[in-house]
């Protein structure tokens, strides 16, 4: 298993979402992006009904890690996340993050999930309220704010939902890692980074572009405009 982890607190980080990449040759797609610096990749983990599409599991995630050594962020879009966690973990993904709205218990999830030896996060959609996590929110390594509705790439950015970083900034504390989700690129993500948030998951903005080195640094250097 692997023994990756997420990056400490207090850096910007990109993390490419795979969503947006060429599923006929994911290895060499994230290779690209590994090779351009990056720290982390994003596994958009679908199941096709928590949310409306499904994408990959933890078979493809085991065949992608032989050839990766960057973080797997990975993201359980699906409405069991506590029964299959296990499973990505073992293909080799390092962090794991769930939404707030599928699970009972989230203390314990969290403390499962730390004690199969990854970070993880928590969640929740542009609907679900910062209510909803502050107490959890301060147990995990990351938490991830939605800023479209989860199941597809290419949709617009929601400010009202990104404004969330700001309280959940208050209530997590400097440690904890704010990850946003959703119409990042670098017209939108001065706005993520001022309410608080330092990882970026951008698809389209990069996977959709011939030069995808340049794409992350004009996402980087977008976050120096502030």
Known sequence: MSKLRLPAAGTIEVAPSI??????NLASEIAEVEAAGVKMVH????????VPNMTIGPVVVAKLRKHSKVVFDTHLM??????YAKAFVEAGSNHITFHIETVDDPEKFIDELHELGVTCGVTLNPETPVE???????LCDMVLVMTVHPGFGAQEFIDEAAKKCIRIREIAG?????????????DTVSKAVSYGADTLVAGNAIFN???RAKAINDILQACNTL
Not at 19 to 24: E, G, H, N, R, T
Not at 132 to 138: H, L, T
């Open 78 to 83: 699906i409405s069991d996340p506590r029964k």
């Open 43 to 50: 596994l958009d983990i679908m199941d096709g009904h928590f």
């Open 132 to 138: 909803s996590i502050e107490k959890v929110a301060p």
């Open 174 to 186: 400097p440690g904890v890692r704010i990850e946003v989700d959703g119409g990042i690129n670098p």
């Open 209 to 211: 572009k011939p030069d």
């Open 19 to 24: 969503l947006s990449a060429d599923f006929s």
